[in-house]
């Protein structure tokens, strides 16, 4: 079992920058292809980002290429999601979250998932 806690959010203007780390306990968490997820409100959880336990590949919705940039530190225990350009359609609550799979694998198969950090950018 894993268990994940992000930090690392809070209120930025758009435009800015804001790195989120999750930092992970449990065994085997090189093992896991790591991903990040989001959820405004009223809105469903979204894909964000994703990283393979070698960090070899990664992958990232469209809505955040180029200025999202997730990594991960094996020997940490951590995964973190460097966020740059920040627009107010990016404000909602990031999770991360913990999977079996490749980089691509779909949300469902997540095993794990921490309770999640709040981000808010103002325009």
């Known amino acids: 079992q894993v268990q994940l806690v992000e930090s690392g959010g809070g209120l930025v203007q758009a435009g800015g920058s804001l790195r989120l780390s999750c930092a992970a306990s449990?065994?085997?968490?090189?093992?896991?292809?790591m991903g990040w997820f989001r959820q405004a409100p009223g809105k469903e959880r979204e894909f964000v980002a994703a990283i393979s336990w070698s960090r070899t590949d990664t992958y990232s919705a469209d809505s955040v290429k180029g200025r999202f940039t997730i990594s991960r530190d094996n020997a940490k225990n951590m995964v973190y999601l460097q966020m740059n350009s920040l627009k107010p359609e990016d404000t909602a609550v990031y999770y991360c979250a913990a999977a079996i799979g490749p980089s691509t694998a779909p949300p469902t198969a997540y095993r794990y998932w921490g309770q999640g950090t709040q981000v808010t950018v103002s325009s």
């Open positions: 449990g065994r085997a968490f090189s093992t896991y292809t």
